[in-house]
């Protein structure tokens, strides 16, 4: 055999292990009420607050995620009329104490809406960045929407694709 030959046979199983998993289209949401929270109102003509936030909450939809509670660990920096900028982890827990770790970023931008009052579009990104346990390899990114079904409350809704 010639060392063509000997290259093959060593390298043919390693691209079969190294071949990658297919990524599943995903989606999810979750309503997730808030626990904590540390605001700064400025005092300026600004409107703007930094807030501070840990809200708790229950997966539904379709993924690994689905099912499993989440802990949104934000930081919120908005200018109301303007625009924002939050960002933070997400930390999803399976029943079986398995964890996947989601870092997000929101661009938060105020649009003319209806009757001349502001409407405000939150969209962003998600990827996954950690896990533990059955949720330890799990890979994925997608996109991320936050809408708003009361003065506290956030609902997530994030599409997108993971592989374990």
Known sequence: MGSFGKVSAVAAPL???????????????????????????FADSSKRFFLLVRR?????????????????YGVHDVVPGVGGEPHGYLEFTAADGSK???????????VPGPEGKPKLLDNGVWQVVGGTGKLERLKGAGTFRLRFPGPTDRRFVMEGELVQ
Request: glycine share 8%; no cysteine.
């Open 15 to 41: 691209l079969l292990i190294a071949y990658p998993l297919q990524a599943e289209p995903v989606k999810f949401e979750a309503v997730v009420a808030q626990k904590e929270a540390v605001r700064l109102d």
């Open 56 to 72: 708790e909450g229950k997966t539904e939809g379709q993924g690994p995620l689905a099912g499993t509670s989440v802990q949104e």
């Open 100 to 110: 996947a770790y989601v870092k997000w970023e929101i661009r938060a931008v105020f």
